[in-house]
């Protein structure tokens, strides 16, 4: 069961420890400085050899676990390294992702694998392994998975990316429906472009300018509005938020 807590008017996350893949750039770094500033440890887990630097950036006491998530021993290593720095984890924020476009019928069965693997199938193992760290030690605890706008409509080029995010979706749904008895609460968010340094190069100019126009809110997302979103759904003050998806697309998905 999750139970009740009364309603905290600070949002606090004060102790709690979080596990952040894709935590060294980003989202997954956006997300940890806002945890940071809530006074949550960080294990932040990245294939960037620098993610142990990035972790003590903001903290001293925070690690970074350099590694692939889509390798099992590395993502059993990195719960361990977690638990050995800090006693426990509380959260975990599946950021990691990778994005490339290429028209249906031109795809290749490897680059659909693998992104398939890295954006669905290691986010899911992710989640079963903190999920089975929870149950058996009869902890409560909260997930959250990036998903997409991509995962809730068709994008052009985007066949592959889609067919992930939006599987991410149904494997958030699933898990909080199996693991809410445990107490541990499972939710996805949708961002539409969200400016990441990688976002910039992506959708500055004509290209990005055109887009926005078909947005409601008429601007892409920064990435200090997700974190902050991310922080709340890991807060206390969304106990009864499970098996959500939170579109974050300034109502482009509303059309």
């Not at 350099?66 to 021993?73: E, K, L, Q, Y």
Request: glycine residues 10%; neutral net charge.
């Amino acid at each position: 069961m999750i139970p009740y807590k009364k309603t905290d008017a600070n949002f606090s996350l004060e102790g709690k420890t979080a596990l952040i893949t894709g935590g060294a750039a980003g989202i997954g770094y956006a997300t940890a400085e806002f945890f940071a500033k809530k006074g949550v440890n960080l294990v932040l887990a990245d294939l960037n050899s620098g993610v142990d630097a990035a972790a003590k950036k903001l903290g001293p006491k925070n690690i970074g676990v350099p590694g692939n998530v889509c390798d099992a021993a590395y993502r059993k290593n990195v719960i361990e390294a977690g638990l050995k720095a800090f006693g426990k984890i509380d959260i975990l924020v599946n950021s990691a992702g990778i994005v490339a476009l290429e028209k249906a019928e031109c795809i290749s069965e490897d680059f659909w694998n693998k992104t398939i693997s890295v954006n669905l199938t290691a986010g899911f193992m992710m989640a079963q392994a903190f999920g089975a760290y929870l149950i058996q030690n009869k902890l409560p605890g909260s997930i959250v998975n990036i998903a997409s706008q991509a995962g809730v409509i068709a994008l052009d080029k985007h066949v592959a990316y889609c067919a992930s995010k939006g599987g991410i979706i149904s494997m958030t749904q699933v898990l909080a429906l199996e693991w809410g008895k445990y107490g541990i609460r499972v939710n996805a968010i949708s961002p539409t472009v969200v400016l990441t340094e990688l976002g910039h190069k992506a959708w500055d100019g004509p290209v990005g300018e055109a887009f926005k126009k078909e947005i409601p809110a008429e601007r892409f997302a920064e990435p200090d509005e997700i974190a902050g979103v991310i922080a709340f759904l890991c807060s206390d003050n969304a106990a009864m938020i499970t098996g959500h998806n939170l579109l974050i697309d300034g109502g482009y998905t509303i059309k």
